[in-house]
């Protein structure tokens, strides 16, 4: 049973802590999606991957987040230095072709304290 | 933009009975994709039903199908027959095709014993 996966699924943290939150995305699929989920934003898009390559990283705080793919199973999401106003679920999504479905992972929820 | 609205931040149903959650979303695109997900506590994301804009029949995925109206831009979701485990939020999302999800603000369903 093919399914994202995401570690760690809780990270408690300092304020100024650099965090890093990793995806793996299913095997196959090019294109991996970074989100975020709060009470007040609800699910918006950070960034997002394909064949590797990033395509749109518009929703991301520049100075503190920072997305890659170092290979094809694994993507990461970086942020650094964090702040209380980062804490959110994290998810990870990956799909293969157009108009697919994106298959999302179990997320990562963060609290910056 | 595209925008994705859903009017009504909490339904309930008694079990057995149906529901209908609402969904309208606005784009000048022509070809475009339509979900429902579903998120119970657990978090997960997970997906209910999925709708390709240039197919005109509604798609229906055992208890759970869809009204599609592309003129009028809605996309509603019925549930027969409510089960337990339907009591979840559900967002309605909207994607030109292998490009990010717009989510609307999701709905919580309650389902009554």
């Known amino acids: 049973d093919a399914r994202v996966t995401q570690t760690p699924r809780h990270k408690v943290t300092e304020m100024g802590q650099e965090v890093t939150m990793r995806c793996q995305p299913i095997l196959g699929h090019n294109t991996v999606f970074w989100y975020r989920q709060t009470m007040m934003q609800g699910l918006e898009l950070l960034a997002y991957f394909r064949n590797r390559a990033p395509l749109d990283d518009s929703g991301m705080p520049k100075d503190r987040f920072s997305a890659e793919m170092p290979d094809a199973t694994l993507a990461t999401l970086k942020i650094q230095p964090s702040e209380p106003r980062d804490s959110a679920v994290y998810f990870c999504?990956?799909?293969?072709?157009?108009?697919?479905?994106?298959?999302f992972g179990p997320g990562t929820r963060l609290t910056v304290l | 933009a595209q925008t994705v609205t859903q009017s009504q931040p909490e339904m309930s149903v008694q079990e057995a009975e149906t529901v209908t959650l609402s969904c309208t979303y606005d784009?000048?695109?022509?070809?475009?994709?339509l979900f429902w997900y579903k998120q119970p506590p657990s978090r997960q994301m997970i997906l209910v039903i999925r709708q390709e804009a240039y197919k005109q029949q509604n798609a229906t995925e055992n208890r759970f199908s869809v009204n599609f109206q592309k003129a009028a831009k809605s996309f509603s979701l019925k549930i027969s027959d409510s089960q337990l485990g339907d009591a979840a939020m559900y967002f309605c999302a909207y994607t030109r095709g292998n490009e990010k999800l717009t989510f609307g603000t999701g709905t919580r369903l309650t389902i009554i014993p």
């Open positions: 784009t000048s695109e022509s070809d475009y994709y």
């Open positions: 999504a990956s799909g293969l072709v157009r108009g697919d479905t994106q298959y």
